[in-house]
């Protein structure tokens, strides 16, 4: 099992930037599917955005543009740039990741299509 440490989060004034971060513990697979997901108190977790191990990248449609998933395979980190931020973006963003890759289940945004978790860091975003 990987574990996953996110961090970055914060409290931000609408229309501010944010970098989450979600550090590995060890070697990740060379076939895998990761992604960030968000949740607030009483809804179902959110796809927010994939990327899988071919570089291909999938984005819920309420952030795309404005959010861009990336990773950095020396560092075992996998990033979540925000920008624009919009009062609907508060949540608990979680990383995940799961080993092997397939291309459809990558690009469901579905929380069902990953095993391994983080803890999640909190997103704040001011009106």
Known sequence: QVQLVESGGGS?????????SCQASKY??????MGWFRQTPGKEREG????GSD???KYADSVNGRFTISRDNAKKTLYLQITDLRPE????YYCAYNRG????ACSS????AFRDWGQGTQV????
């Open 12 to 20: 931000v004034q609408a229309g501010g930037s944010l970098r989450l």
């Open 28 to 33: 990740t697979a060379t076939s895998y599917c």
């Open 48 to 51: 927010v955005a994939t990327l």
């Open 55 to 57: 570089g291909s990248t």
């Open 89 to 92: 973006d508060t949540g608990m």
């Open 101 to 104: 890759y397939n291309r459809g």
């Open 109 to 112: 945004l579905l929380a069902s």
């Open 124 to 127: 704040t975003v001011l009106t």
